[in-house]
């Protein structure tokens, strides 16, 4: 996947400014002033609001990084300036955007109190159920609504609920998955990290900070590629080993009386 695609797609957001404050983790204010300093540049205008871009958001997660990591806003901004004169500032903007923009195309969704009931059931929305869902962050609080950053868990545990699945097995399995997920996560992560610890915390050599973006661009579907496919041979395994067994009994169970069994 060439780094530009990714980039296109996650460029393609748009936020009002209360909306990137959001998404960026921080205040409204605190988006004014970094405008106001040029860490940020100006929103397009339409009318009287103002609209900002997937770009603005990956500029604004870079300076709380920075922020983060015990840099003033001073130093930022000479960081920027300096890098700026060297063009080098939009390869190192892109790595980072390669690097901390979402890995999946899933758009978040906000749902109801009373839409999560239709969808489980009341039943299914005990206060220690709830509290589950929180933790996992399969659900936000988000004023009065929940925010799902990844809806389509939500629908696909509706429809097995609807089927007879406990909630509260499905949320296990979510736990279980996520702890394994995460450490093949952090072992393909770490492919890339080898390589950019061989610069020991110095800026890459400019040549190299495209390649360091590509590179990763590149490995986001394989990775979710090679996860899937060993999830589907896992999947695979286990129906045949667990599954069919249980088959073959409800068929043993089916033989006429006195019909021979099976060698």
């Known amino acids: 996947m060439p780094a530009n695609d990714g980039a296109a797609d996650i460029n393609a957001a748009e936020y009002t400014i209360d909306e990137l404050a959001r998404a960026g983790g921080t205040t409204v204010r605190n988006v004014r002033a970094y405008q106001d300093r040029g860490l940020l540049n100006p929103p397009e205008r339409r009318g009287?609001?103002?609209?900002?871009?997937?770009?603005?958001?990956?500029?604004?997660?870079?300076?709380n990084q920075l922020l983060s990591r015990g840099y003033t806003i001073a130093n930022i901004q000479?960081?920027?300036?300096?890098?700026?004169?060297?063009?080098?500032?939009?390869?190192?903007?892109?790595?980072?955007?390669?690097?901390?923009?979402?890995?999946?195309?899933?758009?978040?969704?906000?749902?109801?109190?009373?839409?999560?009931?239709?969808?489980?059931?009341?039943a299914a929305f005990a206060p220690s159920t709830?509290?589950?869902?929180?933790?996992?962050?399969?659900?936000?609080?988000?004023?009065?609504?929940?925010?799902?950053?990844?809806?389509?868990?939500?629908?696909?545990?509706?429809?097995?609920?609807?089927?007879?699945?406990?909630?509260?097995?499905?949320?296990?399995?979510?736990?279980?998955?996520?702890?394994?997920?995460?450490r093949v996560a952090d072992e393909m992560v770490q492919m890339i990290v080898r390589l950019l610890d061989r610069y020991d915390g110095r800026l890459p050599p400019p040549e190299d900070v495209p390649k360091l973006a590509d590179l990763i661009w590149r490995l986001r579907p394989l990775a979710n590629m090679a996860v899937?496919?060993?999830?589907?041979?896992?999947?695979?395994?286990?129906?045949?080993?667990?599954?069919?067994?249980?088959?073959?009994?409800?068929?043993?169970?089916?033989?006429?009386?006195?019909?021979p069994k099976a060698p």
């Open 130 to 182: 709830l509290s589950r869902v929180f933790k996992l962050g399969l659900l936000v609080p988000d004023g009065i609504r929940f925010r799902a950053p990844n809806p389509k868990i939500l629908y696909a545990g509706a429809e097995l609920t609807k089927a007879g699945m406990p909630l509260d097995d499905m949320l296990l399995l979510v736990e279980h998955l996520r702890a394994n997920v995460e």
């Open 78 to 122: 000479e960081l920027f300036d300096g890098l700026e004169k060297g063009q080098q500032l939009q390869d190192i903007i892109g790595l980072e955007r390669a690097i901390s923009s979402p890995w999946s195309s899933e758009t978040p969704r906000l749902f109801t109190m009373p839409e999560l009931l239709r969808m489980f059931g009341i």
């Open 228 to 259: 899937d496919s060993e999830v589907s041979r896992a999947l695979e395994h286990s129906a045949n080993k667990f599954l069919g067994d249980r088959v073959a009994q409800i068929l043993e169970h089916m033989r006429p009386d006195g019909a």
């Open 48 to 63: 009287r609001v103002g609209i900002y871009t997937g770009e603005h958001l990956r500029r604004l997660q870079l300076v």
